[in-house]
Nanobody, 127 residues
């Protein structure tokens, strides 16, 4: 399984960005997927996750109501729609995939359950 993020960049506070993660591998549609981020000097943190069929999503409290996670099986893509961006959203964003039963069926936020990661993409929000 290989994952590649795209769509990052610079945006003013209050603006929006949509990140995409393109995956390869026949089994990817059966995996749970998630977005994590890491800001300078901070540990990597969970942002949002989704189960294999997209019917269940999880969000960190810091992004709930502003970010939306979705996926498109036909294109093997995971998305993160980010609205009302704040300077504290500035970070490198990573997509991740997991075949763990819980992650696949319900979504999960434990980074240790995700064996597959993208290389990360920078998002900078200017206040």
């Amino acid at each position: 399984v290989q994952l590649v993020e795209s769509g990052g960049g610079w945006v003013q506070a209050g603006g929006s960005l949509r990140l995409s993660c393109t995956g390869s591998g026949r089994i990817l549609p059966t995996y749970g997927m998630a977005w994590f981020r890491q800001a300078p000097g901070k540990e990597r943190e969970f942002v949002g996750g989704i189960n294999w069929h997209g019917g269940n999503t999880l969000y960190a409290d810091s992004v709930k109501g502003r970010f939306i996670v979705s996926r498109d099986h036909s294109e093997n893509k995971l998305y993160l729609q980010m609205n009302s961006l704040k300077s504290e959203d500035t970070a490198i964003y990573y997509c991740a995939a997991s075949g763990d039963y819980k992650c696949s069926h319900y979504g999960c936020q434990d980074a240790t359950l995700f064996p597959f990661w993208g290389q990360g993409i920078q998002v900078t929000v200017s206040s």
